[in-house]
């Protein structure tokens, strides 16, 4: 997911992107950040999001994984 033109994300959208990655993980699929603002990289940190996602460069490393 490219959240480069993204600044914030608030609670309902932290809450869809838990249901995403709880759908994902009921067929072995796998959720990548890229573009992240340091503002959302800190929330998505202290939301504990990246237990569950990865944050990557670029979307093409995330095709690639």
């Given at each position: 997911?490219?959240?480069?033109?993204?600044?914030?994300?608030?609670?309902i959208?932290?809450?869809?992107?838990?249901e995403?990655?709880?759908?994902l993980?009921?067929?072995?699929?796998?959720?990548?950040?890229?573009?992240?603002?340091?503002?959302?990289?800190?929330?998505?940190?202290?939301?504990g999001?990246f237990?569950?996602?990865?944050?990557?460069?670029?979307?093409?490393?995330?095709?690639?994984?």
């Amino acid at each position: 997911m490219d959240l480069n033109d993204s600044k914030v994300v608030n609670s309902i959208g932290i809450s869809y992107l838990i249901e995403i990655i709880e759908k994902l993980n009921e067929s072995s699929g796998k959720l990548y950040f890229t573009n992240l603002d340091p503002t959302i990289e800190k929330t998505f940190n202290i939301m504990g999001l990246f237990q569950f996602a990865e944050k990557v460069d670029s979307v093409d490393e995330a095709l690639q994984k």
